[in-house]
Structures are given as C-alpha cells and as structure tokens.
C-alpha cells in the first residue's frame, strides 16, 4: 500500500491527462507483442525516463515485481529523493494485468478506485531491458536488470521509442551511482 497522500496524487496525474482527452489524437502504442510474466519478475533499475514532476530528485530508483497469490502483480518501489544520503522510501502497489493484452497492458491500482495505465512496449528476448510508456506519450521509461547500460543499448532503445512516436529527446538518464550527479543527459533536477 502506498503510504504517501501526496506520491498517490501525483502518480495520478497520468490518469487524469488521459480522462481530459490527451492522448485523443494520438494513435494508440503497440504493445509488446507477448510479455512472459515469468520472465518479467525481479529486480529492474529505471534507467530512463522523460522528466516529470512526481519523479523529480529520485536516484537509484530500483522497482521488483512478484506474482501474487491472486495472479496479479506486486510491485516494490525504492527510492532516493534528492541525494544518495537521503533515507530510502519504500512503495508498494497492485499491479493487474489487462485480459487479451499478451501480458502487455497493465493497470497500476494506486488506491482505491485509481488505476493508471502502464504499457509493456518492448521486452529484450533476454528481458534485460523493458520499455514502459502510455498512449499520450508524455510519459516514458527505461528499465534495465543493471544500473547502467552500453550507450549503444541506450540509443538502440531510444530509437524504438522515436518509432513509436515519442519525442527522444525529452529522455533522460536517471542517476542510479552517485559518480552520475551533474553528468550530461542525466535528469539531476532535484539532486544535491
């Protein structure tokens, strides 16, 4: 259960462009064309992401998805905000599984009644790597089974994106090594 009033509002802002039509003009993502639960579960770091005001200041965000023993997913989510010597937050949520998506359209229960959207773009055939995202676009992820990757992953992922219709250049690099503080093409809003 999210223990934040605040993290659940504003993990809820997604919800609430898509319900005000944002997304209308836009054609809808193609998913992943066969997501393996099995696969998919354990320890990923976001390494991505397009900046936004609920992420703002996170580093070594590192999430871990279990199955649960009523078929959907559990979600832990682990974070820093504002610097590597901030405590750990810790944030656990429901995450179910859309019937016929191929395991590739998940909702996010954030509380009762608020579900959000959340696309499995893309899978690596290893599921070394998953892309994230929504209909609207203005929102975007990364996740990775390690804390950085090549720069030829990097890009090679990016381009998926941009062949999706995102615009790639409002990604960032998410600082998960406190040596990334300040690098160029990593998010440091919020970072001391």
Known sequence: MITAVRWRLLLALPLAAQL???AGSLP???LASQVNLEAIQGGWYIVATIP???ERGMVAPFDVYSR???GDIQENFYLRRGGFDAKV???TVRDSIVPESNNASWRVHLFWPVSVPFLVLYTDPD???VMFGENNRSLGWVFSRTPTIADADYHALLDRFAALGYDTTRFRKVVQLPEQ???PGFWNDGIK
């Open 20 to 22: 005000l039509g944002c």
């Open 28 to 30: 809808r993502l193609p």
């Open 52 to 54: 936004n005001h609920f």
């Open 68 to 70: 649960r023993t009523d």
């Open 89 to 91: 937050r810790h944030y």
């Open 127 to 129: 599921y070394r790597y």
């Open 181 to 183: 503080i300040g690098m």
